[in-house]
T-cell receptor, first 117, second 116 residues
C-alpha cells in the first residue's frame, strides 16, 4: 500500500544532542512538508520541499535542518540549537500541479513524538 | 501571508445532535482551497472535507457539510447526527491554488467532545 512512513514513533533527545526524524513516502509525490504540533498551537510549518535538492524555510525553521536527496525521503534534524524541541512532528506530501489530477490534498504520516530527557 | 482563525478552542455536542465549528481566514487571493481535517486520539490526520474557492456550492460528505461564505472569508463545518467517533481535534486549513505545491496554513484547532 502507498503511504507515508514516519519513524520512530517516539524519540527522546538529550540536551545538546542532534536527532533525526525519518519520513519516507512511496506515493511518487514531488512535494514534502514538515509540521510541528504543540498543544493549543495547531500545526506550524517547519520546512517544505517542492522538488529534489530544493527546500524552503517555513514559519519556525530555526533550530531545524532538512535534506532532500531523494524524492522518497525528507528527513528532519532537530539540532541542539532548538531549545524547546518537545512536540509532535508530522510529515506530509502532495503531488505536483499540472499532472491532470487534483493536487490540493496533503497526505500525512502518523507522526513522531519527540521529548527531551 | 494567509492566516486561519478558529475561535472555539473547545466545543461539545450531545450524541445525535448537530454542531457547527467556526473558521475564518484572511487572504488577498481569489483562488484557493479550504479543508477541514480531523485528528482523533491516534493523532492521525484525516481529511474530512474540502472546498474549492471558485465553487459556490457548499461541499458535503455524508454527515459533514460546510458553509462557505467567500466574501466574509468564513468556512464553518457542520456535523449532523453526531457520533461518539466524531470526538477529535478539528483543524481548518487554507491552501493557495497557484502552481507548484504550497503548504497548508492551519488554524489552532477546535477540540470536539461528544456526550453520550
Amino acid at each position: 500500500d502507498g503511504g507515508i512512513t514516519q519513524s520512530p514513533k517516539y524519540l527522546f533527545r538529550k540536551e545538546g544532542q542532534n536527532v533525526t526524524l525519518s519520513c519516507e513516502q512511496n506515493l511518487n509525490h514531488d512535494a514534502m512538508y514538515w509540521y510541528r504540533q504543540d498543544p493549543g498551537q495547531g500545526l506550524r510549518l517547519i520546512y517544505y520541499s517542492q522538488i529534489v535538492n530544493d527546500f524552503q524555510k517555513g514559519d519556525i525553521a530555526e533550530g531545524y535542518s532538512v535534506s532532500r536527496e531523494k524524492k522518497e525521503s525528507f528527513p528532519l534534524t532537530v539540532t541542539s540549537a532548538q531549545k524547546n524541541p518537545t512536540a509532535f512532528y508530522l510529515c506530509a506530501s502532495s503531488i505536483a500541479a499540472g499532472l491532470g489530477v487534483t493536487n490540493e490534498k496533503l497526505f500525512f504520516g502518523s507522526g513522531t513524538q519527540l521529548s527531551v530527557l | 501571508a494567509q492566516t486561519v482563525t478558529q475561535s472555539q478552542p473547545e466545543m461539545s455536542v450531545q450524541e445525535a445532535e448537530t454542531v457547527t465549528l467556526s473558521c475564518t481566514y484572511d487572504t488577498s487571493e481569489s483562488d484557493y482551497y479550504l479543508f477541514w481535517y480531523k485528528q482523533p486520539p491516534s493523532r492521525q490526520m484525516i481529511l474530512v472535507i474540502r472546498q474549492e474557492a471558485y465553487k459556490q456550492q457548499n461541499a458535503t460528505e455524508n454527515r459533514f457539510s460546510v458553509n462557505f461564505q467567500k466574501a466574509a472569508k468564513s468556512f464553518s463545518l457542520k456535523i449532523s447526527d453526531s457520533q461518539l467517533g466524531d470526538a477529535a481535534m478539528y483543524f481548518c486549513a487554507y491552501r493557495s491554488a497557484g502552481s507548484g505545491n504550497t503548504p497548508l496554513v492551519f488554524g489552532k484547532g477546535t477540540r470536539l467532545s461528544v456526550i453520550a
